[in-house]
């Protein structure tokens, strides 16, 4: 399948924003005792650090819907399109919880389950593999559906975040599927658009994403409806406008799917049809979402066992699950030390994301390549 440009410099750079929220989240001094936007404890810088992030899954879910639309076309065969996506899907969850939860957490006794967002990609594959041979206004309907009124349903793991205990595991929802899928059924009906000339597309995103920041504020300002969390006064103007876009990830309400895929279509607007050497070298990164996905957590979590030792913790002072083989207090970095790996991290995974995307390039045959 011929490759869209746009798409996989979006993509390139979501992951690299994506990789910022994973190294503060696993190094950060107040990582495992205080969210970051918890407007009480937080700093204006690290509530960004972390809000901006929130760009990357959203993104993530409906290009890869946008990408089933493009491969069904390419096959011009949906029965072929829906068992690709059906093995795709599968193949998803099963990374999900072996190569990636251990990433995420590396303890060898894997007390810790966690449906992410690649289980929810690919549990959207799945289920998209039986809606496939329906028409596309009718996936496009059902996506809208379910992002303006999944916020109705307010309990259940299909829609909202659960923790299960197991014998001495857990097993925590943090995508609830059914939100993400909706997202991901947009993406696929807007498919079709990446097929329009540059000028077209560039306009057409232009207007959806404005009239989705659009959306955003009204509804905000009613602040009845759109997210569970209402904004409210604070101390300061400045905080004030923090609580304004403080909106809800888990699982992503109407309010969030409105700002940042609204974003994502401003970027779009933005950056389809311009090829430069900048582009050129985020796109390295978005040519190989998977691949930088999984590799970028073996990569962070063998740093954060160096912070420890550096810090002069022992093996006997680690404590997994939830806190990562961080000790309980007393570990982690300041916010800038925080930025200088995130920048070291992007660098070191570069040359790999580049030599990976020339060996699929050049190894086409091999079809399990089209799976990583």
């Not at 939860?101 to 594959?125: E, P, T």
């Not at 289920?127 to 259940?156: D, E, M, Q, T, Y």
């Not at 970028?296 to 066992?305: G, K």
């Amino acid at each position: 399948m011929k490759r869209i440009y746009s798409i996989d410099l979006i993509r390139g750079l979501v992951m690299i924003i994506m990789a910022l929220d994973h190294v503060r989240d696993l190094m950060h001094t107040t990582s495992i005792s205080q969210q970051p936007t918890d407007l009480n404890t937080t700093t204006p810088l690290l509530f960004f650090t972390r809000w901006i992030t929130h760009l990357c899954a959203p993104t993530f879910v409906f290009l890869s819907g946008v990408s089933a639309f493009l491969s069904m076309e390419r096959r011009n065969d949906r029965k072929a399109t829906g068992k690709f996506l059906l093995t795709r899907g599968v193949w998803l969850v099963v990374l999900e919880f072996t190569l990636i939860n251990f990433g995420i957490f590396f303890d060898v006794h894997f007390k810790i389950f966690i449906f992410d967002v690649i289980a929810a990609i690919g549990v959207g594959f799945i289920i998209l593999s039986l809606l496939v041979r329906c028409p596309v206004r009718i996936i496009a309907i059902i996506g809208l559906v379910v992002v303006f009124l999944h916020n109705l349903v307010l309990a259940g793991p299909l829609f909202a975040p659960k923790v299960f205990p197991f014998g001495d595991r857990l097993f925590v929802m943090g995508y609830p599927p059914v939100p993400w899928l909706g997202v991901m059924l947009v993406g696929f009906a807007c498919g079709r658009m990446f097929g329009m000339d540059v000028a077209r597309q560039r306009s057409l995103f232009l207007k959806i994403g404005a009239a989705s920041i659009g959306l955003f504020v009204i509804l905000r300002f009613v602040n009845m409806y759109g997210d569970s969390l209402p904004w409210s006064h604070q101390r300061s103007g400045l905080f004030g406008f923090l609580s304004f876009i403080n909106l809800t990830k888990y699982p992503p309400s109407l309010d969030f799917c409105l700002v940042f895929l609204g974003i994502m279509f401003m970027m779009l607007s933005a950056l389809t049809g311009v090829e430069n050497r900048w582009t050129e070298r985020v796109r390295v990164y978005g040519k190989v979402p998977l691949f930088y996905f999984l590799v970028h957590w073996y990569i962070i979590h063998p740093l954060l066992f160096v912070m420890l030792f550096l810090q002069g913790f022992k093996t006997s002072d680690m404590r997994f699950g939830f806190n990562f083989g961080r000790p309980q207090t007393g570990s982690g970095i300041p916010l800038w030390g925080v930025y200088l790996v995130w920048i070291g991290l992007v660098a070191v995974m570069y040359p790999l994301c580049k030599w990976y995307g020339r060996y699929k390039e050049s190894h086409k045959e091999k079809t399990w390549l089209r799976y990583l």
